[in-house]
């Protein structure tokens, strides 16, 4: 198979989020992603709904983004699998930069978050410096990586929060990851609601305790 005909599946991980899922798919289907997989976690508003008012496959899944991830993989078809957010959407081009960049083992794009205020460019900046330097992709970042990279690896962990850490640190062994131009357009309401410092310090907490082997589903309830 020639490297500009790789099949890439977009899986997006829902749970209750009616508001913004139309956006992802939508952006997903702009792209011209061959597959668009929504994986919903026991939503009780309108998402499912309109995910199938879209035209893409629905798996329903425990909840649990790792979990409804790992559960979405076995319907996906693509050589390359792309994680999206619910809440955030791809640009034009982003399966256009992976053909040029020779299809990438794996990695994730620059973010664009929502917000015009300079404290998010800066957070911008220090999550691509995140990916250069520490070799760790966030879920936030649409993270990609090539089918058999995954299965390699053991596939996506059945986590309910830290899945994007624990899956970096073991596609890290392989390869270091590629940050791509992007953007990924990220929502910013979970900055909104705690603040920009706040929301950082309890990422950097919660990756903290994940290295010191706390349980995931202890650290996601930290999370909510």
Do not use: C
């Not at 005909?5 to 956006?23: C, G, H, L």
């Not at 929502?187 to 919660?206: E, K």
């Amino acid at each position: 198979m020639k490297v500009t005909d790789r099949r890439v599946t977009v899986i997006i991980p829902t749970f209750n989020e009616a508001e913004n899922v139309s956006a992802a798919i939508e952006s997903a289907k702009s792209v011209q992603a061959n597959q668009v997989i929504v994986v919903d976690g026991g939503s009780q508003d309108d998402t499912r709904t309109i995910a199938r008012s879209h035209d893409v496959e629905l798996v329903e899944s425990d909840p649990g983004r790792g979990t409804q991830l790992a559960n979405a993989m076995e319907a996906s078809q693509g050589e390359v699998v792309l994680f999206l957010h619910a809440d955030n959407r791809l640009a034009p081009g982003v399966i256009d930069q992976l053909k040029e960049a020779g299809w990438p083992p794996w990695g994730g794009f620059r973010q664009q978050i929502d917000d015009r205020r300079l404290r998010f460019r800066l957070l911008e900046f220090g999550n691509s410096a995140r990916v250069r330097w520490l070799g760790r992709v966030f879920g936030d970042q649409a993270m990609f990586v090539s089918r058999s990279l995954l299965e390699s690896v053991g596939g996506v962990p059945s986590m309910p929060l830290m899945e994007d850490v624990e899956l970096s640190m073991r596609l890290r062994t392989h390869s270091k990851p590629v940050l791509l131009s992007g953007p990924v357009y990220v929502d910013a309401r979970r900055w909104h609601r705690r603040g920009v410092i706040r929301q950082t310090m309890l990422n950097w907490r919660l990756q903290w305790l994940y290295a010191r082997r706390a349980k995931a589903d202890e650290l996601a309830e930290r999370y909510r």
